[in-house]
Nanobody, 125 residues
Framework: QVQLVESGGGLVQARGSLRVSCAASGRTFSSYAMGWFRQAPGKEREFVAA????????YYADSVKGRFTIARDNAKNTVYLQMNSLKPEDTAVYYC??????????????????WGQGTQVTVSS
């Protein structure tokens, strides 16, 4: 299995930028496809961004498309979420997740077997 630890969250003003990271340990990082989800207070956890199984394609929620970028560094066993032009509605706990089945959809929460503990991102207006 793989262990995931997020970092880099914090407080940022609207229109600012922030990068959150997810460090993986345990089983070979390249054996998994990675994604980011978020959960705002009182709301369900929702998809943000993900890689396809080979890592050659990325997917984004419509609400973050053009503002957020997912990236990974296999040498560092780390996946990143670069967030630009942040809005107050981006305020949430951000979770990275790993899926080990190449046949499941990348954008579905239940496709992911392993989850980090989350990192809080707060965007002030």
């Amino acid at each position: 299995q793989v262990q995931l630890v997020e970092s880099g969250g914090g407080l940022v003003q609207a229109r600012g930028s922030l990068r959150v990271s997810c460090a993986a340990s345990g089983r070979t990082f390249s054996s998994y496809a990675m994604g980011w989800f978020r959960q705002a207070p009182g709301k369900e956890r929702e998809f943000v961004a993900a890689f396809n199984w080979s890592g050659s394609r990325t997917y984004y929620a419509d609400s973050v498309k053009g503002r957020f970028t997912i990236a990974r560094d296999n040498a560092k066993n780390t996946v990143y979420l670069q967030m630009n032009s942040l809005k107050p509605e981006d305020t949430a706990v951000y979770y990275c997740a790993a899926r080990s089945d190449p046949m499941v959809p990348a954008t579905i929460l239940f496709s992911y077997k392993y989850w980090g503990q989350g990192t809080q991102v707060t965007v002030s207006s």
